[in-house]
């Protein structure tokens, strides 16, 4: 019997440091490094329609595992999302639109467009039917 892999796993050494200086960078830009030991980047072997996710909650961010087929633009990218809206959250709380005014200052401030739909070069995997639908999370294709 196949063992199933498991849905969350720790960043592959070869991404692990260039993640978190660039994760770092961006909380520099936004004067709050001293978040970056806090924030836990995890991966998800299960994500399909989504990129990338951030739970405030548990100051975690969740990479898709194919986000590693994209150019470095994109992962800088997608991890400077994601930690914006954590970064959000730690300075405004809950209540705030996603992708609100807060969020896209943090964007700017880091140098980059604020965008909700990221085009890639490279497509992701088909997903698999689901049962349920989660509707959170950097979409590809839907404005959330
Ligand atoms: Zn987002």
Same mark, same amino acid.
């Given at each position: 019997?196949?063992?199933?892999?498991?849905? /969350?796993?720790?960043?592959?050494?070869?991404?692990?440091?260039?993640?978190?200086?660039?994760? /770092?960078?961006?909380?520099?830009?936004?004067?709050?490094?001293?978040?970056?030991?806090?924030?836990?980047?995890?991966?998800?072997?299960?994500?399909?329609?989504?990129?990338?996710?951030?739970?405030?909650?548990?100051?975690?961010?969740?990479?898709?595992?194919?986000?590693?087929?994209?150019?470095?633009?994109?992962?800088?990218?997608?991890?400077?999302?994601?930690?914006?809206?954590?970064?959000?959250?730690?300075?405004?709380?809950?209540? $705030?639109?996603?992708?609100?005014?807060?969020?896209?200052?943090?964007?700017?401030?880091?140098?980059?467009?604020?965008?909700?739909?990221?085009?890639?070069?490279?497509?992701?995997?088909?997903?698999?039917?689901?049962?349920?639908?989660?509707?959170?999370?950097?979409?590809?294709? $839907?404005?959330?």
């Amino acid at each position: 019997m196949a063992t199933r892999a498991p849905r /969350k796993i720790e960043i592959p050494q070869e991404h692990a440091g260039a993640l978190g200086i660039h994760l /770092k960078h961006c909380l520099g830009l936004w004067e709050v490094d001293g978040l970056a030991p806090k924030i836990e980047l995890r991966l998800s072997t299960r994500m399909t329609r989504t990129i990338g996710s951030a739970n405030p909650a548990k100051n975690r961010i969740t990479l898709a595992v194919w986000l590693f087929n994209q150019p470095q633009t994109i992962i800088d990218e997608v991890v400077c999302h994601e930690a914006a809206h954590l970064i959000v959250h730690h300075l405004h709380g809950t209540g $705030l639109r996603p992708h609100g005014r807060e969020w896209q200052a943090l964007m700017r401030r880091a140098g980059v467009t604020p965008r909700v739909r990221i085009p890639l070069p490279h497509p992701p995997p088909v997903p698999k039917p689901r049962r349920r639908r989660r509707r959170s999370g950097l979409t590809r294709g $839907l404005s959330i």
